[in-house]
T-cell receptor
Framework: KAGVTQTPRYLIKTRGQQVTLSCSPISGHRSVSWYQQTPGQGLQFLFEYFSETQRNKGNFPGRFSGRQFSNSRSEMNVSTLELGDSALYLC??????????????FGPGTRLTVL | GQQVMQIPQYQHVQEGEDFTTYCNSSTTLSNIQWYKQRPGGHPVFLIQLVKSGEVKKQKRLTFQFGEAKKNSSLHITATQTTDVGTYFCAGRAGTASKLTFGTGTRLQVTL
């Protein structure tokens, strides 16, 4: 089975721009979560989707949004980029967001640099 | 909100020494998961514990889930250079809650 794929892998943007990141989960996985990873803040939870519904949202400003499509692929969007948004954005998929099938399979991440 | 702390933040050991990282949650967890992230890589699932007081072993790694389901530990016996990386615990306060990752423990192993 192919793993979780994320595109693009690297991105450079300037302040004020917006960006869309894409995540394709493992085939058959219906749950997708997004995390922001920075050296000082560890893994911060952004969103969790299951069957196109947002189950949980982290403590991020409204500039961060996401969605999940019927094929379980997910996108996240960041508008009006700020320097502090520079980070590695990780997507993870699982069969279901609970119980024994809650194992998170992470993609390689998208490295976003905001100049 | 739920907070999950890990100690120590960083540990440097000589190869062959043992290593332990501790995970403490501000709330009771329905389960605890452990992940390892190698430098430059992404987190990789190691194990999940569900029952109070549960202990699981994977070769040189021993995982424990506390009786109160608010803390956990990962112990590595006789570390090797391949154990280098950051170890994260993660847990949900309930089945509908988000998965919260701990602050992580970075392990450095030298010969």
């Amino acid at each position: 089975k192919a793993g979780v794929t994320q595109t693009p892998r690297y991105l450079i943007k300037t302040r004020g721009q917006q960006v869309t990141l894409s995540c394709s989960p493992i085939s058959g996985h219906r749950s997708v979560s997004w995390y922001q990873q920075t050296p000082g803040q560890g893994l911060q939870f952004l969103f969790e989707y299951f069957s196109e519904t947002q189950r949980n949202k982290g403590n991020f400003p409204g500039r961060f949004s996401g969605r999940q499509f019927s094929n379980s692929r997910s996108e996240m969007n960041v508008s009006t980029l700020e320097l502090g948004d520079s980070a590695l954005y990780l997507c993870a998929s699982s069969l279901s967001p609970s119980g024994a099938v809650d194992t998170q399979y992470f993609g390689p991440g998208t490295r976003l640099t905001v100049l | 909100g739920q907070q999950v702390m890990q100690i120590p933040q960083y540990q440097h050991v000589q190869e062959g020494e043992d290593f332990t990282t501790y995970c403490n949650s501000s709330t009771t967890l329905s389960n605890i998961q452990w992940y390892k992230q190698r430098p430059g890589g992404h987190p990789v699932f190691l194990i999940q514990l569900v029952k109070s007081g549960e202990v699981k072993k994977q070769k040189r790694l021993t995982f424990q889930f506390g009786e109160a389901k608010k803390n956990s530990s990962l112990h590595i016996t006789a570390t090797q250079t391949t154990d280098v990386g950051t170890y994260f615990c993660a847990g949900r306060a309930g089945t509908a809650s988000k998965l919260t990752f701990g602050t992580g423990t970075r392990l450095q192993v030298t010969l």
